[in-house]
Nanobody, 121 residues
């Protein structure tokens, strides 16, 4: 069993930057970030393989967000730049039992509790 704890959410202005962190209690393989805005379905944001050799981004965040990881710390990060009001959501960290990245939430086995990101215009 892997427990995930997100941190780093907050209230920012449009154009600002924010970095989310996800600390895992044990070794995790493929990792991802998802988000869910109020009244909307959860959507994929970014994913990274265990070795960090592979990353993948949703078109809506490509060029603005960067996913990275520090396996020595069992931590995954999401650097978010040029934030927009439409990025407002609860952001969830997720982990897989396999190394490959995935974009579907049902491919992930463990989930964090989420951290709120609010971007004001």
């Amino acid at each position: 069993q892997v427990q995930l704890v997100e941190s780093g959410g907050g209230f920012v202005q449009a154009g600002d930057s924010l970095t989310l962190s996800c600390a895992a209690s044990g070794r995790s393989f493929g990792m991802g970030w998802f988000r869910q805005a109020q009244g909307k379905e959860r959507e994929f944001v970014a994913a990274i393989s265990w070795s960090a050799s592979s990353t993948y981004y949703a078109d809506s965040v490509k060029g603005r967000f960067t996913i990275s990881r520090d396996n020595a710390k069992n931590t995954v990060y999401l650097q978010m730049n040029s934030l927009k009001p439409e990025d407002t959501a609860v952001y969830y960290c997720a982990a897989r039992r396999t190394n490959q990245i995935a974009v579907k939430d049902y491919d992930y086995h463990y989930w964090g509790q989420g951290t709120q990101v609010t971007v004001s215009s």
